[in-house]
């Protein structure tokens, strides 16, 4: 079983969600209106961010990691300089990244978010694609966040997505975190693995955003 940024993220909120989600699936809620809303924003502003990274997208078919993975590396080898959506695999790890664009004798990892800002949660999934891709034997020069451009404004004549978008270098917070990647990488691999779910109290965080387990997490205790 494959661990993602997904899984990082997931895990690094709820090691009990992170747990239900890899095993028990089935005891959680579908997704609500406002996750689908949120996630449908993400792949629109990934779809714009595409058209100023530029480059060769990948094709993936879902669920088929090691095709993807396979296919990115055949673009690598025919000398492509710019990749959207490519996927890498080291061990149980994969991670599809954003954006791949060639410096000297590396490559730029670009993570695109919709938020106007860097979130810590962002860090942590930069360095987690940063200790896959390196790891899978592809070197990586630097690392950069692309979200929105907060000060950008509308003029006539059309939105402009190379003002739109920011970038920012987070290199070396992504290389200050690799020791936490490794050791939050050996814990989920080992709550993975147990037989029954952690024990992890309820709390304000099971409503930000709200779990999908929430309402198997609240179930009234039986007398």
């Given at each position: 079983?494959?661990?993602?940024?997904?899984d990082?993220?997931?895990?690094s909120?709820?090691?009990?969600?992170f747990?239900?989600?890899?095993n028990?699936?089935?005891?959680?809620?579908?997704?609500?209106?406002?996750?689908v809303?949120t996630?449908i924003?993400g792949?629109?502003?990934?779809?714009?961010?595409q058209?100023v990274?530029?480059?060769?997208?990948?094709?993936a078919?879902f669920?088929?990691?090691?095709?993807?993975?396979?296919?990115?590396?055949?673009?690598?080898?025919?000398?492509?300089?710019r990749?959207?959506?490519?996927?890498f695999v080291?061990?149980d790890?994969m991670?599809?990244v954003?954006?791949?664009?060639?410096v000297?004798?590396?490559?730029?990892?670009?993570e695109?978010?919709?938020?106007?800002?860097?979130?810590p949660?962002?860090?942590?999934?930069a360095?987690?694609q940063?200790?896959?891709?390196?790891?899978?034997?592809?070197?990586?020069?630097?690392v950069?966040l692309m979200?929105?451009n907060?000060d950008?404004v509308?003029e006539?004549?059309g939105?402009d997505?190379d003002?739109?978008?920011?970038?920012e270098d987070?290199?070396q917070?992504?290389l200050d975190l690799?020791?936490?990647?490794a050791?939050?990488i050996?814990?989920?691999e080992?709550?993975?693995q147990?037989e029954a779910?952690?024990d992890?109290?309820t709390n304000v965080y099971c409503?930000?955003p709200?779990?999908?387990?929430?309402?198997h997490?609240?179930?009234?205790?039986?007398p």
């Amino acid at each position: 079983m494959s661990l993602s940024k997904s899984d990082l993220l997931s895990f690094s909120h709820c090691a009990k969600r992170f747990y239900l989600d890899k095993n028990h699936r089935d005891l959680g809620e579908p997704p609500t209106f406002k996750s689908v809303q949120t996630l449908i924003q993400g792949q629109n502003v990934g779809k714009l961010a595409q058209t100023v990274i530029g480059g060769e997208l990948i094709p993936a078919p879902f669920g088929d990691v090691d095709q993807a993975a396979g296919r990115t590396q055949d673009f690598l080898q025919e000398g492509h300089e710019r990749l959207l959506e490519a996927t890498f695999v080291f061990d149980d790890l994969m991670c599809r990244v954003d954006g791949l664009v060639k410096v000297g004798d590396a490559y730029k990892i670009i993570e695109v978010k919709s938020s106007t800002k860097v979130k810590p949660e962002h860090l942590l999934d930069a360095a987690f694609q940063y200790q896959v891709v390196s790891q899978s034997g592809t070197p990586v020069s630097n690392v950069e966040l692309m979200h929105i451009n907060p000060d950008y404004v509308l003029e006539e004549g059309g939105p402009d997505y190379d003002q739109a978008f920011a970038a920012e270098d987070v290199t070396q917070e992504v290389l200050d975190l690799q020791g936490e990647i490794a050791s939050l990488i050996s814990e989920m691999e080992s709550v993975m693995q147990q037989e029954a779910a952690p024990d992890v109290a309820t709390n304000v965080y099971c409503r930000s955003p709200k779990c999908p387990f929430y309402n198997h997490c609240h179930q009234p205790v039986q007398p």
